[in-house]
């Protein structure tokens, strides 16, 4: 697969959602698919969708449809799934706790090697085979396992401080949970950041939308 | 405020961006901002800003900033966020239990009822003001209490059933966390989609790229 530099986040952000309808359709024993099928699944233009994989070299056959097999490998590929990459988690409340039972790490490219909490009553025990250890030990975890990216999951109000100090120590990307700018622009480390507020603002403003008609 | 017709998803999708970043310069006593600090803050151009400002008839003077008073109360009236909206939550599991206990429904433009699951174990119990009752009582409390909303942090396999049958008891918004495609596109009802995996890949992908440099 060849790469185009430059491919804007707006790109990036739709291959996962190709990636999701993608797999789903591979699992249920799909061949091929249509650009203008897949467009209809997505909500997209089937042009728009030509345009995106044509960032990324296209994944050909135009007018016999995609092969998904090949599209999903491709976006492995793009995305970089398959490289086994390494995560750690911090913060081990109800929502470190639902990332580690219910979320597959390992299917969205990453291998979750443990967490953190500073809680005595659930430091050492393991749940989904990822210990909890204490988050006293993290930097020199960190130091000596070398995890590509940390999720925060841990009171916002120490978030910023957190991360700065676990990129020092050499992550590489961050998942930030705790709906705090973590101001890392400046050290050119990624940072993902779910806003769970804004989602709902979003739903708040169609609900809205909807009594308005 | 007057309002336009047909304003694209884009826009109202940086809407809530806008809001968070002016209500925390509000809370720190900031009074105005320029189109172009704000830019900045957000890594958008003023450009960009002052048209998606106009698509809600702007937030007038040009020239000498925006008021953020102005601003967040034009944003809430737009975002419908101070009319006291209601939802239910349905799953009390790990996620549903994090955003009964930490996050906050009321600043984002809803009241959260109560929760439902089917654990005799959490069945009764309250967290944070939220009681949980038997999901056996979902529809007859929908039918009486009339949420505008349902949380689901449900199992995925019973996602789609579930919420077709709470719009047929007149639910008119759902926030999905449950990773699977509710197909309610016919039905009208907007469905905002909390996909973790979509976010973890995307920061995959840049990890990925600053491997490449």
């Not at 940072?191 to 939308?209: G, I």
């Amino acid at each position: 697969m060849e790469k185009k530099q430059n491919v804007s986040r707006a790109v990036i952000q739709r291959l996962p959602r190709y990636y999701r309808h993608l797999s789903s359709l591979r699992a249920k024993g799909e061949t091929r698919i249509s650009s203008r099928k897949l467009a209809e699944m997505l909500g997209l233009t089937a042009s728009q969708i030509r345009q995106d994989f044509n960032c990324f070299g296209g994944f050909g056959q135009q007018g016999y449809g995609y092969s998904i097999e090949k599209l999903c490998e491709g976006l492995e590929d793009i995305l970089g799934l398959k490289r086994a990459h390494t995560a750690v988690l911090i913060g081990v409340g109800n929502l470190g706790r639902a990332l580690i039972k219910n979320f597959s790490f390992e299917s969205n490219g990453f291998k979750l090697l443990c967490a953190f909490d500073s809680d005595r009553m659930v430091i050492g025990s393991g749940m989904n085979g990822v210990t909890v250890r204490d988050v006293s030990e993290l930097y020199a975890y960190v130091d000596q396992h070398k995890p590509d990216i940390a999720v925060l999951t841990v009171p916002h109000a120490i978030a910023p401080a957190l991360a700065r100090k676990l990129v020092e120590h050499g992550v590489r990307g961050l998942w930030n949970f705790t709906g705090e700018d973590l101001h890392l622009e400046n050290l050119g480390v990624p940072v993902e950041n779910v806003h769970f507020s804004d989602n709902l603002m979003t739903l708040c403003y169609q609900v809205n939308q909807t009594e308005e008609k």
